[in-house]
Every structure is written in C-alpha cells, then in structure tokens.
C-alpha cells in the first residue's frame, strides 16, 4: 500500500471537538453511546430527531411507554424531554429537539423518509456552526436507520467538518449488526477507522446521566441490561468516517 502518515491515524484533535453536536435518534440514545466524547468536549450540543409530540397519543399507551411507567393522558414526550434536559446538564451538553415523530406513534403509512430529516437536520446543524459531528450507526431500530442514512446525506453538503459514528447503545451488541453496518459503509468509500478522541472515560458519570432518564431505566434494563453495560469498564468507542487514504481504495474490492 501507499505510504501515509500513519502517525496520524486515530488522533482526534481538541480542535476538531470545539464545537462538538452528537446527532440522537431519540431522547437518551447519545448518552448510552457518546456521554464519554460529551463530558470531555466543551458546551457540546445534542440534536434529537424523533422527540416531537404526537398529534394524539394511544390509549392505551404503546407497550414502550407502558413499560416506561406511563399511563393514559400522560404527555410523554414533554415528560421524556425534561429527562433528556436533566441527563444531558450531568455531561455539560446542551439539548435540541428536532419535531420528528417517534415510530411507536406512528402508522406503517406515516413512514418518514432519511431526505426529509435530513433538510431539517442540515438545517439545525448549520446554525450550530459544528467542527464535529457524531452521529449513530444506525443499528436493529428504524429510527435509528433513518438518522444515519439522514446524516450521511447533510454529510455531503457541508463543508469543512469532521464526522465521526458512535456505536448504538444495546443494539451495538447485537451479534452481525456493526459489522454488517461498517461493512456496508466501507464498500460506500466512507472508511469507519477507530479514533482515539483526548476525552476521560468516567463510567459513574456516564451512570448518573442516564439515571435522570427514569422512564427508560427500567424498559432498557428488560431489553438490554443496560445498567450492566453501563457499568462496564470497555470504553465507548468513536470511528471517523473518511474516505481511504489515496491509492488505497481498491482494498475495499479485495
């Protein structure tokens, strides 16, 4: 292969994370896989994509809500931002609420397209005046899908910002689902190559964050004994997304 400065590979400069915005599909997604890269960036930003407020919500509540603790006439989403409010002051971020509608309130008809969110999310991001950008994967969950495919494509249209994928909190661990997802990108000509971001892995904080999202705790707990994960000492871990260094690309071919 062509020579490159390898030296560089990995590196994340605290430049490149001045003003950090993580991209989350719901209200608690960017602490359970980027609360580490938000506490250690200075006034970071989150931009939540589904967390609008259904015209009308079910009655009886979704099964989700009903395992969040929630009961008929509650307003979920209103409840679930203040969580978010709280969870994210712990990491020192900032919250942005986009008006998408989370699929548990949604019809199969109602599908929301990855062009349409992404029009509002470029739209959030270039007020925000980014130098990074992390977004998910996109793993095991629709919403999740759709926010990754929607930043890939604000991607191209801005300018001269780094990005960066975090691995999706629970469904990360689902055997096949990542490598799958950074085989998919790596045949694109976007490279996921692991970074190492100047930030401190503090897992108590991480816990006492995601505490204040009280009407998950007990749902994700069922589904992915997230306080386990939680308390684990593996890092999160970052990937830049980067075309391959020149005269490299025939590799994804190989």
Not at 5 to 32: F, I, K, N, Y
Not at 131 to 155: C, E, Q
Request: overall charge negative; some cysteine.
């Amino acid at each position: 292969m062509p020579g490159a400065d390898m030296g560089s590979w990995g590196r994340v400069t605290p430049q490149e994370l001045s003003r950090l915005v993580v991209v989350s599909p719901h209200l608690d997604d960017a602490v359970l896989g980027a609360s580490n890269l938000l506490a250690g960036s200075p006034d970071p930003v989150v931009v939540t994509v589904y967390a609008g407020r259904p015209a009308v919500y079910s009655d009886p509540p979704t099964p989700w809500d009903r395992n969040g603790g929630f009961v008929a006439g509650d307003d979920v989403v209103v409840l679930r931002r203040e969580e978010d409010r709280a969870g994210l002051a712990v990491l020192g971020a900032t919250p942005v609420w986009l008006d998408w509608i989370d699929s548990q309130y949604r019809s199969a008809s109602e599908r929301v397209e990855p062009a349409q969110v992404a029009d509002d999310l470029e739209q959030a991001l270039r007020r925000l005046e980014p130098s990074a950008v992390a977004v998910p994967f996109g793993l095991g969950n629709d919403d999740h899908v759709d926010t990754h495919d929607a930043a890939l494509m604000v991607r191209e249209r801005l300018g001269d910002v780094s990005w960066f994928c975090y691995e999706d909190g629970g469904y990360t661990h689902i055997p096949g689902l990542l490598a799958w997802r950074i085989g998919k990108l790596f045949r694109s000509g976007l490279w996921p190559t692991p970074a190492a971001p100047p930030v401190g892995q503090d897992a108590d904080r991480r816990r006492r964050a995601f505490a204040h999202y009280r009407s998950q705790v007990a749902a994700l707990g069922a589904d992915w004994h997230v306080e386990d994960l939680l308390a684990a000492p593996a890092p999160e871990q970052l990937w830049r997304l980067d075309p391959p260094p020149e005269g490299w690309e025939p590799l994804a071919s190989m």
